[in-house]
Structures are given as C-alpha cells and as structure tokens.
C-alpha cells in the first residue's frame, strides 16, 4: 500500500484526466525527489566538511573559564583588562630566608661588648679576642645592610607594574613573571657583591690604618723630651721553615694566607712593633718574641682566620666554632676583662653542612638561605578584573547551524526544481510524441525554423502566466500576466542585486602558516598583513643566547701594573724619603691601579653575567627594526647605568674616607713635636702645597711628583704624576702621559735595580691612534669608563629569531566568497525571495488595476467598517492551498492549512528573527586621527579595542616628561664652599683650632652629602630620561599615567633609599674596621715603652661622660659649642645627628666667627619659602637627598601624543543587529521554511482531520447501538 501510493506520488498533480499530463507529473515528481535528494546530501556534505568562524563572546568570565580555552584558541582569545597596570604585589610575594646567624646572639650589642676590651690593641695579632668584636660587628654590618638591602628591592619590585592590555595565558604568566622575579633576584646579589667587592679592594690598596691593624704598626725609631721620630713598621709573619722565610699583608696581594686565630693566654701584652727580628741590634732585645715561628697558642679558634683587616677576617673565617655550644664555652673564660656578666649565648642550630662555608661566601649571597616565591595567577586574574572575553572558533557548523543552511537552500533549490523539472520532462515527452509527426511534415529552412522558434519563445514568454487561476474573466486573466512580469522583472533585479552584494562581500578569515622561517616571516611583516601574530614557543629567551660582550681594557691594566712586591726592594732603599717622592709611594700606586682594574673586571664581568642571564620575554616575535632598535638602547643604557654606577660607588667611597678624615699608613717618617706623647699624637695631615691647599679642608690637594736616584741629588719631576691626599687620589690626579714616555718611565724603574726582575717587565705603554684615550688622558677618565677602550658589543636578530622559534604565524585576511558559497546564498535567497514576491505581486497588481466604482460619501467609521467587514471575511475564507478542486471538504481542509500554517509560519519566522537580531559580529573600522581631542573621543567610545599606531614607536622619557628637584638651600649657601672650610681650619686661635679643625671637617662632610646626593640625583635622573617609552601604539590617558606615575615614584623611592644603602655600607664598614681618624676622634694613640722600636697601641675614645665608647658603636656624640651641631667618632656620624638650625640663626652663627680671628660675615640660610623644620636632621635631608620639593611639567601627555604622532586609529566594535545581514536570512529560511511547512501542514491536518472523523463515526455508530 505504502509502495503504491510512493510509486504514484504526484507533487504537481493538476487534477487532470490527461493520461499523458498525469504521466509527466509522476515523472517529474519523481526526478524532482531524486535531485532534490541528491542536491541536498552533497550540500549537507560540503557544510561537514567546511570550517567556519564563528565569534564567541563570554561576560565577566571566571579564571577557570579562561584556562579551560586560553591553549584551544590562543591565537584568537582577546580578554581585555579593566586595570591595565597590576602592581606586582597584587599577585606575587617574595620572602628572603637568611641564615640563622643574622638573627642570632652573635650579632647582638650584649655579645659585641662581652667580646670588646679597649685594651684590644694589646694582643698578639693573630689572637682572636683582638678582632672577635670588630670582627662581629662587621658581620653585623652586613647582615643589617643585607636585609634592608633586600628589602627595599623587594618594596621597589612591588611597585613594579605588569602593564597588559589583555590577559596573558597563565603559562605566558609564569614565564613571565618567573623571569622577572629571577633578573631581580640576581640584580639584588650583582648590586651587593660590586659594592662589597670595591669597599673590600679600595680600602685596602688606600691602606687605611685600623687601631688593630695586622699589616703594620706605628714605632718609636728616635725619642727625645722635645721630638719623636716615628715610621711604619710592617708586620711580616713566618711562613716556611726557617726564619727568614716571610710574608706579609703588603707584597702577597693582600692576603695573610688565611693563618688560623686562637687564643695566645700568655701575651697580655705584645710588644713587638712587628713580627721578626729588627735588623737593627739595638732593637733585638725590645722584641725577644719578633718570630711567630716561636709563639704558640693555648688553643686554635675552629673556622676563625686572621686576615690583612678585620673585614679580611671576617671574610675569610667560618661559624664554625658558634655552632658548637662547648666551642663558645671554651672561648667564655678567657673573657674574663668583659664588663658584660651575662655570657650565656646560644649556639647556632643551623645545619652541620654549612660548618665551613665562609662569610664570604654566605656575603655574596646576601646571607639569604632561601627565596621563596609565591605567583597567583588567580590574584592577577582578578585584579585585571576583564569584563568578558571573546575568541574565534573555527569548526565545522554545528547541527543546528547545518540545519538552517540546509532550510535556506532547500527553499531555494525546491524552488529552482519545481520551475526547471515539469518544463524539462514536458518538453522532452513533447519532442518524442511529435517525432514521427515531424517526419512528414515539408523541411523547413534552419534560419526560418529559428525564427519561428524565437516567435513562438517570445510569444510564450510574454503570455506565460504562473499566477493562473483559471478564471474565464479576461481582466483577471491579464492582471495575472501582468503579475507574472511583475515578477520576474523583480526577480531578475533582486537576484541581480543580491548576487552582486554577495560576490564583492568580503570576510574576514584566519590563516596559518606552521613553523616560518625568517625570511618568511619578513616577507609577511613587510605585506603589512592584518592582525599578524606569530607567537614564541620560547617566550623567554636569555639575552646570552642573542648578545655577546668581548670588552677590551686598556693596555694601563696590563702594561703597567706591577704586583707580588715588585718594588719590595725600593721601599727599603727609600723609606725614610719624602713622601712626594713617587719611588715612596709607588708600590701604593700600582697597588691602586691594579684593584680599580681588578674591580673594574670583575663590575663588568658581573653586570655582563646578570645581563646575558637575564631572560628577554616576547610573547610574540618582534620586527627586526623595532628589536635593533630596542636593544641597541637597551645596551647603551645598560653601559651607561654600570659606568656611572661604578663611578657613583667610587666617589662616595673616597668622599666618605675623606670626609671622616680617616687615617693612612704613609711611607716614610713622621716627626711629633709633643711633650706628652701618652695622651694623645696629632700629626699634621699630609703635606700643604705652599700654603696655599692642605688635605685637612681639600682632599684634591694635588703636589707634582718627582723621582730621585740614589747617585744623584737632584729631583726629577715625573710629567703628569701628582700625589694626592690619599693614594688613590694618586690616580684620580694624575695622567698617562709619564707611562708613554720611556725617558720618564727610566726614572721610575730605577736604573740602579736594573738586576731585579719588575725592571724588564716594567715597560712604556705603546699607544694606539686607534685608542679612545689620548696620551694626557687622566686616569680619572678611564676609572670612570671601567678602564674600556671598547665593549665590543654583538648581538643578532637571527638568533633571538631561532630562539623565539615560533610555532606558527597566523593573520586575518579579507576576501570574497567562493562560488560554492555565492551560489547557495543566492538559492537560499531565490526561495524566499519567490515566495514573498508571490504573495506581494499579484496583491499589488489588483490593488492598482482595481476597476473603478462608484464613490459614496461615507462617514470615516462607515470606511473603516466597509474595509474591516471584507477584511475579516477574506482572512476567515484565505486559502493557500487553493488548486482546481472545488469538493468543499478539500476546501475547508485547505483553510485550515493555512491558519496552521500561519500561526507556525510567524512563531519560527519570529525566533529566527529574534536569533539573527542578537547574533553578535565583530566590525573593524579605521579613521583618520585630527588630533588628542579627537583621540581621547575615540578613547571614551572604544576604550578596549581602539588602536593608533605610533609613528615613533621608541619614545625617550625625556622628549615628554621633565623633572626638576629643588635641593636644600644649605646646598648652595656660604656653608659648603672652600671659604668657608678654610675660614673655620685658618683663622682659629690656638685654644679653639682642635674644636673648629672638627667644625671645618663637619661641613666638609656636608658639602660632600650635598654634591654626592645631586651626582646621584642628575646620574638617576639622566638614566630615567635616556630610558625609552616603547609602544607601537598610543597609549591612552590612563595607562600612560600609570606608567609615568609609577616610573615617577620609582625614582623618588629607590633613589635615597640606594644613596643610604651604599653610605650606611662605607661607613660600618669603615667603624667595623677600627679605622682611625687624622683627629684621633673615634680611636687614640697611646704608647706604653719610649724606648726605640716600641710599637704604639690604641684606646677607643668615649663620650656621654664614658657611657659611650667608639669601639662599639660608631653613633657616640656630645653636644658641642655651637648649637644642633654635635661632635662623636666619625664627622660623618656626627653631622647626620646634628641639625643646621645655627646657620638660620645669625646670633648662633656670629659666635662661631667670634672662635676665630678673623671677622668676616657669612649670609645666614632664609626661612622663606621653609618646607621642612629647621631643626630637623642631616640624617632627615640625606633620607631625601637634599631635595625639598619636586616639579613635573603638567603638560606631558600632550608631549608625548606629538611625539608619538599617531594618524589613523582602528577601532572595533561588536555589531548586533545588521538590518542587510538579518534581511537576507530571514528571506534565505523563509523559503525552506514555507515550503517545508506547505508540505508538512496540509498533511498534519489531513490526519487530523480523518482522526476526527473516525472518532465521529465511532461515537456516531456507539450511540445508535444504545439507541436499538
């Protein structure tokens, strides 16, 4: 039954009677299923095996959201930030572990002063409780300095930014972030080690002299009531078998070769002024005990090592013996001159394995035992706070999506079909029925058959009526041709129109090129491809991978510098010389020279490991211009910040030493006019150069060197050489000039001791055109380049390219539809299109050709009654299923049709317009840019996507930012010139010389604090401006704020805190050292025996009426004669507690004039325009470098847009309605749908209704059985 009625199905049945006509219509019926089968499975194919992009968009998504697609559709994913710039302790914390012993009692004040004796001096110098307090309170020094080191780079990297317009992937992130935390891990451990390192050589080639010193001592060579002769003793130490066998601190790159500490129980009192048998007779038998080979120990210290200074100590000892409790007990009874009764100390619980690690080492770490680090990416997430995400994703269409497709062109197809097959099968049956007609009819010719064939086309054409109602009224009749023109000329048009809307339609779509080579990769960026990503697979790549360093020094630290006691022999011929003899201090010349070229090696060779270890991050690849263009002045900055940052360390060094008027060990003999030689010895510091400049207010005194030979009388002046202050003033005086010269380089070497072995090696510089440096170049010059002549500076862009090694480059690339496409859009639209111009056509047509009546005057309700009446009837008696039956069952079933058929028909057609109307898309608009008033609009509508490309995409800080500090005015007042300081030293009476020599000192200090503070300042600031803004585009007002703003503030925060670091470093260093003072202000020389060869010792001074002593703390002071000015151990020390508010004060100012003989005037300091107190402390203006306000031009936002010079921007925006777009869908389904439901409707209303029926007749047939 159901074969049959599929084998007659007839979908064009007309209701004919004509066998012929009925047989066409099952044939086409037929052939009509097949193909629309057919056609139907190869377009439901090609939609499976075709990708589309489709745009998803997520609101305020959840970091689990995002990780579940940020690897899937990373190359798309776009999830903009709210906040741009998240500080780094949003999401990371960084905490330094450090060694027990910098929380332990070992560096506590208690067990600094049970160890501090202040007959110290006294002991044998390789006895431990000689150095045990200076040697703790150096590690003290360090410890502290070590961790506020740390953390204030860890406070400076928290206000560090991660700057993101979008959310970085989480492994992007940790990369990222990882790296950032490691570089600066390195930075903190690379910064301390260089200062530590200079302190470490520079004080000990400047021979700064400790009141414990192991390198020599002061001794009596000649006494008398009225004069004393004095000189230098070195102490040597025996080394071999036999006696004569020696070293010392001087000649052995000094190192005392780590000799072990004890205790020496025996000698309360050693009283050698050195440690061998004086060649002198007279002295022998001063020093019955000159041999170490003859001394022992009671018992060695475990771990603890005796060293050229007590920082050297320290350095080269271990904890050994504190993590022993029965080792500190051992050391506890030969304490017994402590003041201190508690000596119960805890022994260090750290583990056995770091027993003989030495402070040296655990120094260079920063004592930091562990980091740990702690990332959130979930932190970050949600302090960029994204509103929502969006992504491409390319997939087959769902089954949905297939569906509407498949619904669009099957409209359009049934459409095409149901014209094409009836008149293809009509024809072809024609042609054969009339076969054997044509026969026997006379040949026609070709050219009139085609002729009558065209006439009888165009009469067809023109008579063709596809709205037939077969009706017999010859109106209707030609209403309905007229339609059908109608019709196809608007068909033609539309189709026409949409056709050519589609072929020229462009879309955006995703390409992908796997693994691109770099000239590949090249050619694209140079096409200027639209949206080109081409990420890293190694996102972070160590700058060693791409740059190379291969500096080269100049020839001054290889060819001249003379060590291991090259010039042991000439001291001993010329050690009672005057001191501007060069041959008395030359072996302190090239000590000098070689540890700044030794400092300087290993600053670069750090700064170079820290660099090249330093990972560079790129999420993406970067273009070859803009990556030479960063990294060139990445390096340049990076040459710059380590020469400038050597220099800085270096001149605060030396102005430290200087300022605190710290004592040297000098060659030669020294004459004390003094009658009371055991209370205290003031030497004259240094030498005056004719009255003119003395050391005691100038340490720059330079004194023309000279050389003398020991068969001739006269001095010989060595061109360029001039001695300073101190020995390394020796260098930054003089030139290079006598080193190239052989006629000067003869009178140095001595011709006298051509037979040693420095005098072959010892030769002229040759100089090189190709040089940087000229012949009278000063040394100054090349200390502050690091001693380079050239950095050789390499780096390639093909190598970061094959370290980047991207995975893939993909970009977006406009183009127009395939025909494929073209062709099933235009069916789609041809379907609904047919239908719509069916229905509206014919209504038109009638609506314009109505034949005309007679008009009647009616009222306006009469009209609307008389055009709603027929209204109503007509909508009540529509039909769309009308065919040539007129059996009034088939008719009402028709009707009913069509209301089903409507009120189905509006609900899907209102879905899918409802579904096309919120469907979102992505649009891409680029505008011409006029100006910032214009851009910050386009900003406020487009804050995530707008884009202006920068026309200069390196921009430097300094083209649009300018900040100007305003300093102290004490810093450039009366009070920090020369005039002063040699007003106060001069002209001082005799009883007030001592107390004013200290007041001269103090604003020396202070002059010093002033210029180091704006050196550091300028260099900073210099280093900030030189710093470049790069951006390839504009950024907006906000994040360029947040960029200057934290840049900004970064320099106002690290600036004094790393001025204080490196101060507060020199000088517990300097006061852990027992370094004395030319004033003898912190330590005083004492002496205990006349007689000739008796060393002197040392007592540290005391203040506060004894309650405070310097061996123990560097901070004792006393008020003084001039108020808020206080004098202690070190000027420096006293000067930082002291306040200025005596120079506001011109009363207070005249009774310092009044100390001195002479009367000038000074200009007291203004309390106009005061920001601060004027009682605060130096301390107080130091902690702010000086600086008492800050100016920032307002207008740099408008400086920085003319500098990036942007002229178009880009902007997208999310499209969710477009009228064309949701027109053309509508009418694409509207097709299918209408054709799918008038095939659907009338047979779901057919079974309707014979159900009905049937139950009818069953109810019908029921009630008569009852009724019989």
């Known amino acids: 039954m159901a074969w049959k009625k599929l084998v007659n199905l007839n979908l064009f049945d007309t209701e004919t009677d004509d066998n012929h006509t009925k047989r066409n219509e099952i044939l086409s019926t037929r052939i009509f299923v097949v193909l629309l089968i057919l056609f139907l499975l190869l377009f439901i194919l090609y939609q499976l095996l075709t990708y589309h992009s489709t745009l998803i968009t997520v609101d305020k998504p959840t970091v689990q959201q995002y990780k579940n697609i940020e690897i899937e559709f990373s190359n798309s994913l776009q999830c903009p930030c709210t906040n741009i710039s998240i500080p780094y302790k949003e999401f990371a914390n960084i905490t330094a572990k450090f060694y027990e012993i910098c929380a332990s009692d070992f560096i506590s004040q208690r067990w600094i002063d049970y160890l501090f004796f202040e007959n110290v001096s006294y002991f044998y110098q390789l006895d431990f409780r000689r150095s045990a307090s200076s040697k703790f309170q150096l590690l003290r020094t360090l410890c502290q300095q070590a961790k506020v080191m740390t953390d204030d780079y860890l406070e400076e990297f928290?206000?560090?930014?991660?700057?993101?317009?979008?959310?970085?992937?989480?492994?992007?992130?940790?990369?990222?972030?990882?790296?950032?935390?490691?570089?600066?891990?390195?930075?903190?451990?690379?910064?301390?080690?260089?200062?530590?390192?200079?302190?470490r050589s520079t004080t000990m080639a400047n021979r700064l002299f400790s009141a414990i010193e192991t390198r020599s001592v002061y001794k009596i060579v000649y006494w008398s009531?009225?004069?004393?002769?004095?000189?230098?003793?070195?102490?040597?130490?025996?080394?071999?078998?036999?006696?004569?066998?020696?070293?010392?601190?001087?000649?052995?790159?000094?190192?005392?070769?780590?000799?072990?500490?004890?205790?020496?129980?025996?000698?309360?009192r050693y009283d050698c002024a050195g440690s061998v048998f004086w060649e002198e007779e007279e002295e022998e038998e001063v020093c019955m005990r000159g041999n170490t080979k003859y001394i022992d120990t009671d018992f060695f210290v475990p771990g603890m090592n005796a060293g050229c200074t007590p920082f050297e100590s320290l350095l080269y000892s271990t904890n050994e013996c504190l993590l022993d409790e029965t080792c500190i007990n051992q050391l506890i009874p030969y304490m017994n001159y402590s003041l201190i009764k508690n000596n119960s100390f805890t022994a260090l619980k750290t583990s056995l394995s770091i027993w003989n690690i030495t402070n040296e080492n655990l120094a260079k770490e920063l004592f930091i035992e562990d980091w740990i680090v702690t990332i959130s990416y979930e932190n970050y997430f949600n302090s960029c706070q994204p509103l929502f995400y969006q992504y491409t994703h390319d997939a087959r269409p769902s089954f949905y999506e297939i569906l509407i497709a498949t619904l669009s062109v099957y409209g359009g197809l049934y459409a095409v079909l149901t014209l094409i097959v009836p008149n293809i099968v009509t024809f072809i049956r024609r042609q054969k029925r009339t076969e054997s007609e044509d026969a026997n009819i006379i040949q026609i010719p070709r050219l009139a058959r085609l002729r009558i064939s065209f006439r009888s086309i165009v009469n067809v054409l023109w008579n063709v009526n596809i709205f037939d109602s077969y009706s017999s009224d010859e109106y209707r009749r030609q209403s309905e041709r007229i339609s059908t023109k109608i019709y196809f000329l608007l068909l033609i048009i539309c189709l026409i129109i949409f056709t050519t809307y589609t072929a020229i339609e462009y879309q955006e779509k995703t390409i992908s090129i796997p693994y691109p080579e770099q000239t590949k990769f090249e050619q694209m960026k140079n096409t200027s491809l639209k949206n080109l990503q081409c990420p890293c697979d190694r996102i972070a790549t160590k700058y060693s991978e791409f740059i190379s360093f291969n500096p080269i020094f100049h020839q001054v630290c290889s060819g001249i510098s003379i060590t291991d006691g090259d010039y042991n022999d000439i001291l001993g011929l010329y050690i009672y010389d005057i001191r501007t003899n060069f041959q008395v201090v030359a072996n302190s010349f090239f000590e000098i020279l070689s540890a700044l070229c030794n400092s300087s090696r290993e600053t670069v060779a750090n700064n170079i490991g820290q660099l090249t270890e330093t990972e560079y991050v790129t999420s993406e690849v970067m273009e070859e211009n803009k990556f030479n263009q960063e990294v060139i002045s990445f390096l340049g900055l990076f040459i710059d910040q380590t020469e400038k940052s050597f220099q800085e360390q270096l001149n605060l060094l030396r102005k430290v030493i200087a300022g605190n008027k710290v004592r040297y060990a000098p060659r030669g003999v020294i004459t004390i006019d003094d009658e009371i030689l055991n209370t205290v010895m003031l030497d004259s510091l240094i030498v005056y150069n004719n009255s003119v400049c003395s050391c005691a207010t100038d340490f720059t005194c330079p004194q023309q060197m000279f050389a003398r030979h020991t068969n001739r009388s006269e001095n010989i002046n060595l061109?360029?050489?001039?001695?300073?202050?101190?020995?390394?003033?020796?260098?930054?005086?003089?030139?290079?000039?006598?080193?190239?010269?052989?006629?000067?380089?003869?009178?140095?070497?001595?011709?006298?001791?051509?037979?040693?072995?420095?005098?072959?090696?010892?030769k002229p510089l040759e100089y090189n055109e190709t040089s940087r440096y000229g012949i009278n170049e000063t040394l100054e010059t090349l200390i502050g380049n690091l001693f380079i002549e050239n950095w050789n500076e390499n780096y390639s862009y093909s190598s970061y390219y094959n370290q980047c090694s991207p995975a893939y480059c993909s970009h977006i690339i406009r183009q127009r539809l395939g025909f494929i496409d073209i062709l099933r859009r235009v069916i789609g639209f041809y379907g609904g299109l047919t239908i719509i111009l069916k229905i509206l056509v014919p209504s038109l047509i009638k609506l314009?050709?109505?034949?005309?009546?007679?008009?009647?005057?009616?009222?306006?309700?009469?009209?609307?009654?008389?055009?709603?009446?027929?209204?109503?009837?007509?909508?009540?008696?529509?039909?769309?299923?009308?065919?040539?039956?007129?059996?009034?069952?088939?008719?009402?079933?028709?009707?009913?049709?069509?209301?089903?058929?409507?009120?189905?028909?509006?609900?899907?057609?209102?879905?899918?317009?409802?579904?096309?109307?919120?469907?979102?898309?992505?649009?891409?608009?680029?505008?011409?840019?006029?100006?910032?008033?214009?851009?910050?609009?386009?900003?406020?509508?487009?804050?995530?996507?707008?884009?202006?490309?920068?026309?200069?995409?390196?921009?430097?800080?300094?083209?649009?930012?300018?900040?100007?500090?305003?300093?102290?005015?004490?810093?450039?007042?009366?009070?920090?010139?020369q005039e002063w300081f040699d007003f106060l030293y001069y002209t001082g009476n005799e009883e007030e010389q001592r107390f004013l020599f200290l007041v001269s000192a103090q604003f020396q200090v202070l002059s010093y604090l002033c210029n180091l503070t704006k050196e550091t300042l300028d260099n900073n600031l210099l280093e900030f401006r030189s710093k470049k803004l790069t951006s390839n585009r504009m950024l907006s007002s906000q994040l360029f704020e947040n960029e200057i703003t934290s840049a900004v503030n970064l320099i106002k925060k690290s600036t004094p805190r790393r001025f204080k670091r490196a101060l507060d470093l020199i000088s517990g260093i300097i006061h852990g050292n027992f370094f004395i003072t030319f004033q003898q202000t912190n330590w005083?020389?004492?002496?205990?025996?006349?007689?000739?060869?008796?060393?002197?010792?040392?007592?540290?001074?005391?203040?506060?009426?004894?309650?405070?002593?310097?061996?123990?703390?560097?901070?004792?002071?006393?008020?003084?004669?001039?108020?808020?000015?206080?004098?202690?151990?070190?000027?420096?020390?006293?000067?930082?507690?002291?306040?200025?508010?005596?120079?506001?004060?011109?009363?207070?100012?005249?009774?310092?004039?009044?100390?001195?003989?002479?009367?000038?005037?000074?200009?007291?300091?203004?309390?106009?325009?005061?920001?601060?107190?004027?009682?605060?402390?130096?301390?107080?203006?130091?902690?702010?470098?000086?600086?008492?306000?800050?100016?920032?031009?307002?207008?740099?936002?408008?400086?920085?847009?003319?500098?990036?010079?942007?002229?178009?921007?880009?902007?997208?925006?999310?499209?969710?309605?477009?009228?064309?777009?949701?027109?053309?869908?509508?009418?694409?389904?509207?097709g299918g749908l209408t054709i799918i439901l008038r095939s659907i409707i009338p047979l779901i209303i057919k079974i309707i209704l014979r159900f009905l029926r049937r139950r009818r007749t069953t109810r019908q047939i029921s009630t008569l059985e009852i009724s019989n």
């Open 848 to 977: 314009l050709r109505r034949k005309s009546r007679r008009e009647i005057a009616t009222s306006t309700r009469n009209r609307i009654h008389q055009l709603a009446q027929p209204l109503k009837i007509k909508l009540i008696q529509l039909n769309l299923f009308r065919n040539r039956s007129t059996n009034p069952e088939k008719l009402r079933q028709q009707i009913l049709s069509t209301r089903l058929y409507l009120i189905t028909f509006l609900i899907l057609q209102f879905i899918i317009i409802l579904y096309t109307s919120l469907e979102k898309k992505i649009r891409t608009e680029t505008i011409v840019l006029k100006n910032l008033n214009h851009y910050k609009q386009l900003q406020n509508l487009y804050p995530n996507s707008l884009t202006c490309p920068c026309v200069r995409i390196a921009i430097e800080y300094k083209q649009f930012i300018q900040i100007n500090p305003v300093f102290h005015p004490v810093c450039s007042s009366d009070f920090v010139t």
């Open 158 to 199: 928290y206000l560090e930014q991660l700057i993101t317009n979008q959310i970085i992937s989480n492994r992007s992130f940790h990369i990222q972030v990882g790296a950032f935390i490691d570089m600066y891990k390195r930075k903190i451990t690379s910064v301390w080690r260089n200062s530590l390192e200079l302190i």
């Open 1084 to 1230: 005083k020389f004492t002496y205990y025996n006349v007689a000739a060869g008796s060393p002197y010792y040392t007592n540290p001074v005391t203040y506060k009426n004894n309650s405070c002593t310097c061996g123990t703390s560097s901070k004792c002071t006393e008020t003084s004669k001039i108020d808020g000015l206080l004098i202690g151990c070190y000027p420096l020390e006293s000067l930082l507690q002291s306040s200025l508010k005596c120079l506001y004060n011109q009363t207070c100012l005249t009774s310092i004039t009044e100390l001195t003989e002479n009367n000038e005037s000074f200009e007291i300091l203004s309390t106009n325009n005061q920001l601060y107190s004027i009682d605060e402390t130096v301390q107080q203006m130091v902690d702010r470098l000086f600086v008492i306000d800050w100016f920032i031009n307002q207008s740099y936002y408008e400086q920085y847009f003319k500098q990036c010079h942007p002229t178009l921007c880009t902007y997208s925006f999310i499209s969710t309605f477009d009228l064309l777009r949701s027109s053309t869908t509508i009418l694409s389904l509207y």
């Open 719 to 762: 061109p360029g050489i001039y001695r300073g202050c101190y020995p390394i003033d020796m260098l930054f005086l003089s030139t290079m000039e006598c080193f190239y010269n052989e006629p000067c380089m003869y009178h140095i070497k001595i011709p006298e001791l051509q037979n040693f072995g420095y005098y072959t090696k010892f």
């Open 225 to 268: 009531p009225n004069v004393t002769l004095m000189r230098m003793a070195e102490i040597k130490y025996h080394g071999g078998a036999s006696i004569f066998s020696t070293f010392n601190c001087f000649y052995d790159n000094f190192h005392l070769r780590q000799l072990p500490e004890g205790i020496y129980a025996d000698i309360d």
